[in-house]
Structures are given as C-alpha cells and as structure tokens.
C-alpha cells in the first residue's frame, strides 16, 4: 500500500501562490506517474498536472499551463504543485495520486493511489 498526504492549500487572493505538497509513504512505487488532479464544486475531478517518479516529463493541462510548476525531490519522495497566478477559477480540492504501470496519465482511472485532497480558495 501507498498513502499520500497532500499540504498546503489555503486561502489566496487572485494573482497570488501557493505551494502544495505531496507526501508518499509505504510501498516503494519506481516506476509510473505521480499526479494532481482537482475537482471544483459540482464539477468533475479533472487533471492538473503529472510527473514521471523519477521527477521528469512535466505534464499540464492547458488550463494551468505557465502558471503551475510540477516536481518531485525523489529524497522526500514528495511532490510538489507550485501555482502562481491564482485565479478564482482555480478555486478546488486538489488531490495528489500515484499509478506504477504508465498508463494514461491525464485520466483518473489510471491511478490506484489518492491522497485525502487539500482546499485551495482563490478570492477575487
């Protein structure tokens, strides 16, 4: 089993950062993807953001690309989501998530892990 502890979130004004973070403990996962995905009030849970275990291949949505930065110190085993130029529409509970087989990793289906989700409000 792997858990995931995400930190971070908080409430921000738009145009603001934020830092989230990732922790992964118990089985060692060395291969794969490790993602962020976020799921607003009444909307499905969409892909944010992916990184392959090792720390390379940043991926992102267009919505978040330029703005979000994905990366993973492989010494913590923690990912990281830094988010810069927060808009309102950003506003959601952030989840982290792991998968070790390659799958799709812009799809929800493809990650057997999640973390509990982190709240990130951004204010106009």
């Known amino acids: 089993q792997v858990q995931l502890v995400e930190s971070g979130g908080g409430l921000v004004q738009a145009g603001g950062s934020l830092r989230l973070s990732c922790a992964a403990s118990?089985?060692?996962?060395?291969?794969?993807?490790r993602g962020w995905f976020r799921q607003a009030p009444g909307k499905e849970r969409e892909f944010v953001a992916a990184?392959?275990?090792?720390?390379?291949?940043?991926r992102y949505a267009d919505s978040v690309k330029g703005r979000f930065t994905i990366s993973k110190d492989n010494a913590k085993n923690t990912v990281y989501l830094q988010m810069n130029s927060l808009e309102p529409e950003d506003t959601a509970i952030y989840y982290c998530?792991?998968?070790?087989?390659?799958?799709?990793?812009?799809?929800?289906?493809?990650?057997?892990?999640w973390g509990q989700g982190t709240q990130v409000t951004v204010s106009s």
């Open positions: 118990g089985r060692t996962i060395s291969s794969g993807f």
């Open positions: 998530a792991a998968e070790f087989q390659w799958k799709n990793y812009a799809q929800l289906s493809s990650y057997n892990y």
């Open positions: 990184i392959t275990w090792s720390g390379t291949s940043p």
